[in-house]
């Protein structure tokens, strides 16, 4: 099949010449290197500079300028003959813009043959390569090539439709945007995950980020029917379903691990009643990426993309987590940067597939907890290694670690064991607070100061529970009731 139509050439030129109006219109999307005959690519060159100086398009004005660059044309043409030739059938502007789109379309149709013929010969030299590392370099190469493709659009006047674009969306309500997560509260401020997001959380090793994320991983597939996937740079499958099997069932993972389960009646039943079920209601995934570089990790999204999900539907892909894997830090590539430039593919990868990506990332040891009270532990973003970079490209960065011991005394036990501070939110929930989620809050020492609202967590056994947030845990305090002698019940308040 020919990639290239001489016909459709001289349709777009003639039509130009007759419609210059229309030249606003497709330069956006094609230029002279859309052209394959030589003079062509010239003469559409020399039309645009006429007509973007406001200059009234004159066949022989035209050629003569053409003439005037010295330019001499393989076949010896004469361009007043020729310019007279292409432009003397009558072409309206409608079947001028359709030209130009075809002659678009043509062009990328020769790029993507000649990135065939690239990988045809990446191919050829890649026979000593490992199969997973050829075809992350294939998968890259196409990749790069399909998203480079884009439909030009035209600056939106904001105004003229946002009233209708509103009671459109008020004739058909949702509840939420996005895939609904399995907490709440989380849904109730932020709303849910959106397709070409990226959303992180930070946290010290050992604090139960991997347990967290693989939770979030299983319900939010469970409650929103899709499939999830969970690439894992530390943990391998085995590890991750004897996890997931404690969580379900409640056994503690030792007796899993060594079989001792099956000498206890209790967990016996436990096993027996609720694991079998899980491979009916949920579509989750695993993966173990420890070795491998960001671009075959983004080959495997791709490939478990549209195998397993499909194109155009919905999914979520968990990465856990930001480090350094096969990528190599030199002397003029830093290790913040190798990894700020992970986080740019995957944001990449999350447009391209319109998924939400939910990763994590370690902080440094100003935001350590072990031995410390909450005064001396850092909940802000300067904990965060690539902050900077993970602020620009990430929908929703927080922080999730262990509460101190002050910090569950002030709590109560009712409030959990972990807490989530968010650093920073681009979307909000139907319940959001705002750029400043501030409380109120009284210390033991009788001090009150406002404090950064979070999110409370109990993690055990590798089970998550949303417990409210600190909001949820002052009203608690404020609503206790003393029994006293004298008086009976009253209410103690801050």
């Known amino acids: 099949m020919a990639l290239h139509s001489l016909q459709i050439e001289k349709h777009v030129l003639g039509g130009l010449i007759q419609n210059p109006n229309i030249m606003i219109d497709v330069i956006g999307f094609i230029s002279e290197k859309d052209f394959v005959a030589e003079p062509h690519g010239v003469i559409f060159s020399c039309l645009k500079q006429i007509i973007l100086a406001s200059e009234n398009v004159d066949k022989v004005l035209l050629a003569q300028?053409?003439?005037?660059?010295?330019?001499?044309?393989?076949?010896?043409?004469?361009?007043?003959?020729?310019?007279?030739?292409?432009?003397?059938?009558?072409?309206?502007?409608?079947?001028?813009?359709?030209?130009?789109?075809?002659?678009?379309?043509?062009?990328?149709?020769?790029?993507?043959?000649?990135?065939?013929?690239?990988?045809?010969?990446?191919?050829?030299?890649?026979?000593?390569?490992?199969?997973?590392?050829?075809?992350?370099?294939?998968?890259?190469?196409?990749?790069?090539?399909?998203?480079?493709?884009?439909?030009?659009?035209?600056?939106?006047?904001?105004?003229?439709?946002?009233?209708?674009?509103?009671?459109?969306?008020?004739?058909?309500?949702?509840?939420?945007?996005?895939?609904?997560?399995?907490?709440?509260?989380?849904?109730?401020?932020?709303?849910?995950?959106?397709?070409?997001?990226?959303?992180?959380?930070a946290s010290r090793a050992g604090q139960g980020k991997t347990t967290w994320l693989n939770h979030l991983a299983c319900e939010t597939g469970r409650i929103n029917n899709v499939p999830a996937l969970i690439l894992d740079t530390e943990m391998v499958s085995k590890e991750i379903k004897l996890r997931t099997a404690a969580a379900f069932s409640g056994v503690p993972l030792w007796y899993l691990e060594t079989g001792n389960w099956r000498k206890n009646a209790d967990m016996v039943e436990k096993v027996r009643k609720i694991l079998p079920s899980l491979k009916s209601k949920y579509k989750t995934y695993h993966y173990h990426v420890g070795n491998k570089h960001i671009d075959e990790v983004m080959a495997i999204m791709r490939r478990w993309y549209y195998k397993i999900v499909g194109r155009g539907n919905k999914a979520i892909i968990i990465y856990d987590y930001l480090k350094l894997t096969t990528e190599k830090v030199g002397q003029n590539w830093a290790e913040y940067q190798v990894l700020g430039e992970k986080v740019d593919k995957l944001k990449r990868i999350a447009l391209e597939l319109d998924l939400p990506i939910f990763s994590a990332i370690q902080i440094n040891r100003t935001g350590e907890n072990s031995g410390r009270t909450s005064a001396n532990v850092v909940d802000d973003a300067s904990a965060i290694a690539i902050s900077d970079r993970l602020a620009w490209f990430a929908t929703y960065l927080a922080i999730l670690r262990r509460k101190t011991e002050d910090e569950i005394v002030l709590d109560t036990l009712d409030s959990g064991t972990h807490k989530l501070v968010e650093i920073k939110a681009r979307y909000q929930g139907r319940e959001a607070a705002g750029h400043r989620d501030l409380v109120l809050r009284e210390f033991p020492d009788g001090s009150r100061k406002y404090v950064r609202n979070y999110l409370n967590f109990e993690i055990s056994n590798f089970n998550i529970e949303e417990r409210g947030t600190v909001h949820d845990a002052i009203q608690r305090q404020n609503s206790q009731f003393l029994v006293t002698d004298s008086v009976g019940i009253r209410e103690e308040t801050l």
């Open 65 to 201: 300028k053409i003439t005037g660059l010295g330019i001499s044309f393989k076949d010896k043409i004469n361009i007043f003959d020729y310019i007279d030739a292409i432009s003397f059938s009558s072409i309206t502007p409608k079947a001028t813009f359709k030209a130009c789109q075809e002659l678009s379309k043509l062009k990328a149709l020769r790029e993507l043959s000649h990135t065939c013929n690239k990988i045809q010969q990446h191919l050829e030299k890649s026979s000593n390569n490992p199969l997973e590392q050829t075809i992350a370099e294939v998968d890259a190469l196409y990749g790069d090539k399909v998203s480079s493709f884009s439909i030009e659009d035209e600056p939106d006047d904001l105004f003229s439709d946002v009233y209708e674009m509103i009671e459109s969306l008020g004739n058909n309500p949702n509840e939420e945007i996005g895939l609904l997560t399995p907490f709440n509260d989380f849904n109730r401020m932020y709303g849910g995950l959106r397709g070409g997001n990226v959303y992180a959380v």
